[in-house]
């Protein structure tokens, strides 16, 4: 099931009261370190969720609120779609093609992250799909096809972590057609983004993305997630997801 781990996080929404009481609160901690003394990210999490206050979708993925987004520029009308009723335009995952960034990491599943001194992995539940950033701030590679999740290089300012992503195909940014099907968000080709990540207490970091697309925005816009540490899921680990790419053509089946 995509969103097998959804039905059970919702149930602690119930606790949202306790946590805006906490982060009004915060705890004073030390976080955890590499041996070269930079914070250490290893462990399962959940998904970037909402902070209070801001725009939620109606499926279990995490959607942008369209209050942090910039003014679309001229000829940025193709950023929303509507859906077609094609389902490999409409749910292109169906069909085994990859969510794409940021839409892998929104995803309703769990995530975990290895990271050693050059690399942060980040392994996500739902298609398997992984994300390998290296950190000592190479610059980005040349000569490559567009990719769905982008090319992807980390670098450090103090204990945050800034994740720089280029050379994207143009894909789906969001879920968010699952609440509205007339606004099927769509990046373009020439989508940068920026991740700054830092823990924010002993149990969360601070996930903010940054999203320029100067063929869509008029100015890159931000929005700023939580990401809930979960050690306990690390007893059952991720499970197993697979995709069947035995689908008719066009999801239309006939004769046998």
């Not at 206050?53 to 940025?76: C, M």
């Not at 994300?131 to 567009?146: E, Q």
């Not at 920026?194 to 940054?210: C, F, G, P, Q, V």
Request: glycine share 8%; proline share 9%; aromatic share 12%.
């Amino acid at each position: 099931m995509r969103y097998a781990r959804a039905s059970v996080v919702a149930l602690t929404a119930m606790c949202s009261l306790g946590a805006i009481v906490f982060a009004q609160n915060p705890e004073k901690f030390t976080p955890p370190r590499m041996a070269d003394g930079k914070p250490d990210f290893t462990g399962m999490y959940q998904w970037p969720t909402y902070l209070p206050g801001a725009q939620r979708g109606r499926s279990a993925a995490t959607v942008f609120d369209s209050k942090n987004f910039a003014p679309l520029k001229p000829g940025g009308e193709p950023f929303l779609e509507p859906r077609t009723g094609d389902p490999r335009h409409d749910e292109p995952r169906d069909f085994c093609l990859p969510a794409g960034f940021p839409g892998s990491i929104l995803s309703g599943n769990a995530m975990q992250w290895f990271q050693t001194k050059n690399y942060l992995t980040i392994v996500h539940e739902f298609q398997r799909n992984s994300r390998i950033i290296p950190l000592d701030g190479r610059p980005h590679r040349t000569g490559m096809d567009p990719m769905y999740d982008g090319d992807p290089v980390g670098r450090w300012e103090g204990d945050t972590l800034v994740i720089d992503s280029t050379n994207f195909k143009r894909w789906q940014l969001d879920d968010y057609y699952y609440t509205n099907p007339k606004e099927f968000r769509m990046h373009s080709d020439a989508l940068h983004t920026i991740e700054r990540i830092h823990w924010k207490s002993k149990t969360a970091l601070s996930y903010e993305i940054t999203i320029d697309d100067p063929k869509i925005f008029t100015k890159p816009w931000s929005q700023e997630f939580e990401v809930i540490a979960k050690p306990d899921w690390d007893k059952i680990g991720l499970f197993e997801y697979v995709c069947d790419n035995n689908r008719c053509p066009g999801g239309k089946c006939g004769g046998n």
